[in-house]
């Protein structure tokens, strides 16, 4: 989709070439250190955002995996994935 939108809608093509010139506009003066301290706050919101969609299948198998071991269902583990899955 972002490939097809990207080649044949000129609107966005031309909404990116935008924001790609002021980028560059805003990052002339800083060197490469200055441009990563710049782009940090997003790195690690993105980074943040991936944990969080990584966290719900990792205690989904690890509670599969103490379940199985101990053959009794783990209440508090149970109620935990429960509060934050739904």
């Keep these: 989709f972002l490939l ?4 044949f809608v000129a609107r966005f093509r031309r909404m ?5 010139s002021r980028q560059t506009v805003k990052e002339e003066g800083s060197g490469l250190l ?3 301290v710049n782009r ?3 790195i690690i919101s993105c980074a943040f955002l991936y944990l969080g969609l990584a966290i719900p299948p990792l ?3 690890r509670l599969l ?4 071991a101990t053959h009794v269902p783990c209440e508090k583990a ?6 934050l899955v739904g």
């Design 4 to 7: 097809y939108r990207e080649l």
């Design 16 to 20: 990116r070439e935008r924001i790609e």
């Design 65 to 68: 995996e103490m379940m199985s």
């Design 34 to 36: 200055g441009r990563i």
């Design 78 to 83: 149970v109620l935990a994935y429960k509060a």
């Design 59 to 61: 205690m989904g198998g």
């Design 40 to 42: 940090l706050p997003f």
